[in-house]
């Protein structure tokens, strides 16, 4: 059977927005100093792939799907000269893949950053993104190695759950989650003592109170009581009928490439079941 030829995709008018919203209006490569519009209104900036959108292209990958390829997370905006130079595969060793996703990180996170501190003042967080939900786990199952939950109707309602309450959860609370789940991960632990939270953060006893009461709140984790008298844990409570949805977020996202807060701000968790052949 032959495989289905890759077919060019232009970008979605709601990854455009959030391509430009992240840009600052400035070209995403180091040291490049030019605006993406310029002055007298001409554009300058150009969408540039970070895996070719077709073969023959930079960094062309066959394995990802034509959705893939012009999804935000393979996208990043550049001035026309940086675009034609990054976008030449002649260039491909010197502007390798991983490379230019950290270029990208590291731009939008500064404007990322800059919008949510603006719109705080302004709306409800919780409901600027609409959640997406998993349909099959595709992609979660082989980047995970992890066959029993591809197209399991278990995980996927556990992990639509989860999703449904991080959707509720203010933003804040949920990026404080993360930190304390790659705290666990990288200590292999499934809880830590709060002493032990509190010091390596930098914050107060009022302050972790006041983060895990509305974690606690949204049935998304707690403060217990350890089993030293006096002594207290913090716990990420598990998800229904699978492990600790946060640490997974990260084990994803270091197999993948992609943004965790394209799971915790975007809540985009289709990311699950993207195809990965």
């Not at 927005?17 to 100093?33: E, I, Q, R, T, V």
């Not at 990180?105 to 719109?119: G, N, S, W």
């Not at 949204?218 to 492990?243: A, Q, T």
Request: glycine share 6%; charged share 30%.
């Amino acid at each position: 059977m032959n495989k289905k030829k890759s077919e060019r995709l232009p970008p979605t008018q709601s990854v455009l927005k959030k391509l430009f919203a992240y840009s600052g209006n400035l070209c995403a490569m180091p040291d490049c100093k030019n605006p993406l519009i310029h002055k007298t209104g001409t554009m300058n900036g150009k969408v540039a792939h970070i895996h070719a959108a077709e073969k023959g292209g930079a960094r062309y990958d066959a394995t990802m799907s034509d959705e893939d390829r012009r999804a935000l997370a393979n996208l990043f905006v550049v001035c026309a000269i940086c675009h034609d130079v990054v976008d030449d595969p002649n260039n491909e060793a010197q502007y390798p893949a991983e490379k230019l996703k950290i270029y990208k990180k590291k731009h939008e996170d500064r404007f990322r950053k800059a919008e949510l501190q603006f719109i705080e003042n302004y709306a409800d967080l919780t409901q600027l993104s609409k959640p997406t939900f998993p349909k099959t786990l595709r992609r979660m199952s082989k980047l995970l190695a992890l066959p029993e939950v591809l197209n399991s109707p278990d995980e996927i309602d556990g992990i639509s759950e989860f999703v449904q309450k991080l959707a509720e959860l203010p933003l804040e609370q949920r990026k404080f989650a993360l930190r304390i789940a790659e705290r666990m991960k990288r200590r292999n632990v499934d809880s830590l003592p709060t002493d032990d939270v509190l010091h390596a953060f930098g914050i107060g006893t009022s302050k972790l109170k006041k983060q895990m009461e509305l974690i606690e709140h949204h049935n998304l984790g707690s403060i217990d009581e350890d089993n030293m008298p006096g002594k207290y844990l913090v716990h990420l409570w598990k998800r229904g009928h699978g492990g600790n949805p946060w640490i997974e977020i990260i084990d994803f996202c270091e197999r993948s490439g992609d943004d965790p807060d394209q799971f915790i701000v975007d809540l985009d968790f289709s990311l699950y079941d993207k195809s990965a052949d």
